[in-house]
């Protein structure tokens, strides 16, 4: 059964920093590529940075592209999300996906507030 739970949102003033942790199970980590979503009140979800399976090849957001950081460790199932100089347009709920098996799956969610 494949299960991502993401961790480390929170609450963080403008140009603060965050750590996001997605930890999965259920399938092969390692031969994956995974993502990271966000989805704000009233918006659609969006693509914020995906990270390739073995060779780790990364793409981003224009939105985000020298702000965030995805990057993964295959030997704790685990993909991160490095948030930098975060804006009050970055708050949002973010998600953690991967596409294995034929489907898409999704983690619950952690939000991210950015405000003073």
């Known amino acids: 059964q494949v299960q991502l739970v993401e961790s480390g949102g929170g609450l963080v003033q403008p140009g603060g920093s965050l750590r996001l942790s997605c930890a999965a199970s259920?399938?092969?980590?390692?031969?994956?590529?995974m993502n990271w979503y966000r989805q704000a009140p009233g918006k659609e979800r969006e693509l914020v940075a995906r990270i390739g399976a073995a060779a780790g090849s990364t793409n981003y957001a224009d939105s985000v592209k020298g702000r965030f950081t995805i990057s993964r460790d295959n030997a704790k199932n685990t993909v991160y999300l490095q948030m930098n100089s975060l804006k009050p347009e970055d708050t949002a709920v973010y998600f953690c996906?991967?596409?294995?098996?034929?489907?898409?799956?999704w983690g619950q969610g952690t939000q991210v507030t950015v405000s003073s």
């Open positions: 996906s991967t596409r294995a098996f034929g489907y898409y799956y």
């Open positions: 259920g399938f092969t980590f390692s031969s994956y590529a």
